[in-house]
Each structure stands twice: as structure tokens, then as C-alpha cells.
């Protein structure tokens, strides 16, 4: 993880490592780490604040959906690519 990249960057990178074809029509899930919001803002060297509101960002935007537990949804994946390159 980068210290230049946003929060957002970082977060997304995590979740989406590696590109994916456009218009892959797969769904994909992601299982996020730690038991707890805090331990999940450590690893990036961020707030709790910072990282929960990168993650109603990403909620918002649609390119993912909440589940259960530590799991989400990535949903918008030409979305998050986006995202993850900085755009």
C-alpha cells in the first residue's frame, strides 16, 4: 500500500488487486480482514472515519453492495477499476 494513493485508492486496490476484463459479467465477493473496522483502517494507516466513509462512497456510488458479516459484493467493477487506477 502506497502512502500517495487516496484512501479510496488504497481501499479499492485491496478489495479489486488486480484488472479484470471490462464488462466481465462475473461477480465477484470480497472478504474484508479483521474482525474489527479498526483493525481494517490499521492496515492502511487510516482512521476508522476515513475508511467507513471510503466504504459508504464506494456503497453509494453502486460499485458495491454490503453482505452479511465481512463480505461485500463487488458490483460496478468497471467502476472500481476506475477507481483504482486514480481516475
Known amino acids: 500500500v502506497s502512502g ?8 479499492v486496490s485491496f478489495l479489486f488487486p488486480y484488472p479484470i476484463a471490462r464488462n466481465n459479467a462475473a461477480v465477484r465477493f470480497a472478504d ?8 481494517f483502517a490499521d492496515y492502511f ?24 458479516g465481512n463480505m461485500l459484493e463487488l458490483v460496478d467493477t468497471d467502476t472500481l477499476q476506475n477507481m483504482s487506477d486514480g481516475i
Open 45 to 68: 494507516g487510516r482512521t476508522m472515519e476515513t475508511v467507513g466513509r471510503t466504504f459508504i462512497h464506494l456503497k453509494g456510488s453502486g460499485a458495491i453492495r454490503l453482505l452479511l
Open 32 to 39: 474484508i480482514p479483521g474482525d474489527e473496522p479498526l483493525e
Open 4 to 11: 500517495a494513493e487516496t484512501a479510496r485508492e488504497e481501499v
